[in-house]
């Protein structure tokens, strides 16, 4: 089975300030016949569903503010959050597969 | 744009079937090109896919799940379904519907939208 690995569980920052969220996949996420990695990224706000932010690791759903971008390839991706704003404070998970991260809680410093 | 809404019983007896239906609106089912799922949370917990199916009928399930789960699909009302047989508390949780986008079942794929989700208790 695949593991997705978040880092870190929980993280505080400063408003205005970047936040970075790691995921590792214990398997390549790369779809070799259109070389795409199908890692994507979720937000989750208390209370409601989450919400796609992210495919293709770093294809940002239309909507989506600037300011949240992805990379990575492979095994190792990551989310960031240029300059965080007050209603950035969510849950975001990481997903490849059938398989989501644990989830990093992020919080204002 | 595609809307997603959950319904069915809050409440569950342990060893019974949990039965719970997504009605899609702004999108048809039966126009393809995407598959139907349920995905539950545990109460504070992370995500898990239970599973989804195609408006052809073909299903896939999370293998943790699959002896107790049958996803259908009714494309004349819109909706999909979900039965979680022989429940117990463990199968308390937050049961979201979603669209799945995939080019590879079970791999790679994604979810949006998703429905606000229904809290299903297992309790006698």
């Known amino acids: 089975d695949i593991v997705m690995t978040q880092s870190p569980d929980s993280l505080a920052v400063s408003l205005g300030e970047r936040a970075t969220i790691n995921c590792k996949s214990s398997?390549?996420?790369?779809?070799?016949?259109?070389?795409?990695?199908?890692l994507a990224w979720y937000q989750q706000k208390p209370g409601q569903p989450p919400k796609l932010l992210i495919y293709?690791?770093?294809t940002r759903e239309s909507g989506v503010p600037d300011r949240f971008s992805g990379s990575g390839s492979g095994t190792d991706f990551t989310l960031t959050i240029s300059s965080l704003q007050a209603e950035d404070v969510a849950v975001y998970y990481c997903?490849?597969?059938?398989?989501f991260g644990q989830g990093t809680k992020l919080e204002i410093k | 744009q595609v809307q997603l809404q959950e319904s069915g019983p809050g409440l569950v007896k342990p060893s019974q079937t949990l039965s719970l239906t997504c009605t899609v609106s702004?999108?048809?089912?039966?126009?393809?090109?995407?598959?139907w799922s349920w995905i539950r949370q545990h109460p504070g917990k992370g995500l898990e896919w239970i599973g989804y199916?195609?408006?052809?009928?073909?299903?896939y399930y999370n293998p943790s799940l699959k002896s107790r789960v049958t996803i259908s699909v009714d494309t004349s009302k819109n909706q999909f379904s979900l039965k979680l047989s022989s429940v117990t508390a463990a199968d308390t949780a937050v049961y979201y519907c979603?669209?799945?986008?995939?080019?590879?079942?079970?791999?790679?794929?994604?979810?949006?939208?998703w429905g606000q989700g229904t809290l299903v208790t297992v309790s006698s």
């Open positions: 979603a669209r799945a986008i995939v080019v590879v079942p079970a791999a790679h794929n994604w979810f949006d939208p």
């Open positions: 702004g999108g048809s089912i039966s126009s393809g090109g995407y598959y």
């Open positions: 199916i195609y408006y052809s009928g073909s299903t």
């Open positions: 398997q390549s996420v790369l779809y070799s016949s259109n070389n795409k990695n199908y």
């Open positions: 293709w690791a770093s």
């Open positions: 997903h490849y597969g059938y398989t």
